[in-house]
C-alpha cells in the first residue's frame, strides 16, 4: 500500500492549488481517503475525506467552501481542489487511507500515509 502527495507549491493568497493523491497497491475507492495538513509546532489536522461507500464528503470548518475533495476511480486518485487559498492554509498537506474505518477527521483511523507536500501561501 503506497500513497504518492503531490501537487504543492508556492502560491499568493486568493489562488489556488490541487493537490493529488496517487495511491498503488489497493484500489482506493474501496476506502476512505482523508486530507491532513500539519503547520509548523501545531498538530496534524484533519482537512477533508471521501467515503468509499457513497463519495459522501466532509470538509474541516475552516476549508469548507473553498477545497474540494474529488476522486478518480479510473486513476486510483484523489484530489484537493483548493480555491481562494489564504496564509493559514500553509501547512504540509498529507492524504491517507482508513482501511478499517469510516469518514473521519482522525489521524489515528488512518493506517497508511502518503509523504507530505508543502503548501505555502504568501505574499
Known amino acids: 500500500v503506497q500513497l504518492q502527495a503531490s501537487g504543492g507549491g508556492l502560491v499568493q493568497p486568493g489562488d489556488y492549488l490541487r493537490l493529488s493523491c496517487a495511491a498503488s497497491?489497493?484500489?482506493?475507492?474501496?476506502?476512505?481517503i482523508g486530507w491532513f495538513r500539519q503547520a509548523p509546532g501545531k498538530e496534524r489536522e484533519g482537512v477533508s475525506c471521501i467515503s468509499h461507500s457513497d463519495g459522501s464528503t466532509y470538509y474541516a470548518d475552516s476549508v469548507k467552501g473553498r477545497f474540494t475533495i474529488s476522486r478518480d476511480n479510473a486513476k486510483n486518485t484523489v484530489y484537493l481542489q483548493m480555491d481562494s487559498l489564504k496564509p493559514e492554509d500553509t501547512a504540509v498537506y498529507y492524504c491517507?487511507?482508513?482501511?478499517?474505518?469510516?469518514?473521519?477527521?482522525?489521524?489515528?483511523?488512518?493506517?497508511?500515509w502518503g509523504q507530505g507536500t508543502q503548501v505555502t501561501v504568501s505574499s
Open positions: 491517507a487511507v482508513a482501511m478499517f474505518a469510516g469518514p473521519s477527521d482522525l489521524p489515528r483511523n488512518y493506517q497508511y
Open positions: 497497491g489497493f484500489t482506493l475507492d474501496k476506502y476512505t
